[in-house]
């Protein structure tokens, strides 16, 4: 599916030489509950360009999955190239943006509006439904985002880098720490809300 500035048109593949691919999810604990999104965003190679995540408070799935994409979106609107192929585990979300399903509660029409929107600013635009289990680093960001909102801490010492909405992608570095009182206590400090991951070195 091909999105203009001036309509929604099937076309494939994109006709731009560069394009980002950004695999979405978003989810809540609950339904309503605790949310988060998570963004995966490549170049047209396959290679990770971004990875982009963040705590919503309570809210319901349908809300994390656009928050999601408005993500994605304003990342290829901000950082280009202005080509993005959208991947979905959300067939709802997916079916809303294309016109087949109409969006009926009011708070999705506002963020679905926002959302074409920023299609609107693009060159060129796909979205596609996959299934869950092709779209699991999606999946690990958006869960990663509800355990920060929910206090789960995570101690690891190769840092990934923090990465919210909008930054730019960072190079991992590695710190070295210690365990105490069930704590890790590293050997320099860290930006609030840095993403990291636990390797144990034994």
């Known amino acids: 599916m091909l999105v203009t500035r001036s309509s929604f048109?099937?076309?494939?593949?994109?006709p731009s030489k560069h394009y980002l691919v950004a695999h979405i999810d978003g989810g809540a604990r609950g339904n309503p509950g605790p949310a988060g999104y998570g963004v995966l965003l490549q170049d047209e190679s396959g290679r990770k360009i971004a990875e982009l995540s963040e705590y919503l408070g309570h809210q319901t799935n349908n809300f994390a999955e656009y928050q999601g994409l408005i993500a994605a979106l304003e990342y290829a609107v901000e950082h280009g190239?202005?080509?993005?192929?959208l991947i979905s585990d959300s067939e709802l979300l997916v079916?809303?943006?294309?016109?087949?399903?109409?969006?009926?509660?009011?708070?999705l029409q506002d963020l679905n509006a926002r959302a074409?929107?920023?299609?609107?600013q693009?060159?060129?635009?796909?979205?596609?439904?996959?299934l869950r289990e092709h779209n699991r680093d999606a999946d690990r960001l958006a869960n990663e985002a509800m355990d920060r909102g929910q206090g789960v801490k995570s101690s690891a010492?190769?840092?990934?880098?923090?990465?919210?909405?909008?930054?730019?992608?960072?190079?991992?570095?590695?710190?070295?720490g210690i365990v105490r009182n069930?704590?890790?206590?590293?050997?320099?400090?860290?930006?609030e809300g840095t993403r990291v991951q636990v390797r144990v070195k034994r």
């Open 9 to 14: 048109t099937e076309r494939e593949p994109s």
């Open 81 to 85: 190239p202005k080509s993005l192929k």
């Open 116 to 120: 074409k929107q920023l299609i609107g």
């Open 182 to 191: 069930g704590l890790v206590e590293l050997n320099g400090k860290l930006p």
């Open 157 to 176: 010492l190769e840092v990934q880098g923090s990465r919210s909405r909008g930054a730019n992608p960072a190079a991992p570095e590695e710190f070295e």
């Open 122 to 130: 693009l060159d060129w635009f796909s979205i596609g439904h996959a």
């Open 95 to 107: 079916r809303q943006i294309k016109g087949i399903y109409k969006v009926k509660n009011p708070t």
